[in-house]
């Protein structure tokens, strides 16, 4: 699993490029789906948690053909991956 933000421009403009074209270039770096949530207190900031292995997010995020697709999306700089500190029970 991988946490991401980014800002974007406009968050229906996002999430319809982030639901066709970038689904379809994510899904050729094996990722298995994604969940995204908007910030409560930055309006154009969403959050991602993908069902991502680290290798294909590496891919991903190298690969030439996704910076005019980030572009189209309406993002505001690069999407950051958060730091995963910890994990436990319940």
Do not use: C
């Amino acid at each position: 699993m991988i946490l991401a933000t980014t800002k974007v421009e406009d968050v229906d403009r996002f999430l319809t490029i982030f639901s066709t074209k970038g689904a379809e270039k994510r899904g050729q770096h094996g990722s298995k789906g994604s969940t995204v949530f908007r910030d409560p207190v930055e309006e154009n900031r969403v959050w991602v948690l993908f069902d991502w292995d680290p290798e294909g997010w590496q891919e991903f995020v190298s690969d030439p053909e996704v910076p005019p697709i980030l572009q189209e999306a309406g993002h505001v700089g690069k999407p950051q991956p958060a730091q995963l500190v910890g994990r436990y029970d319940a």
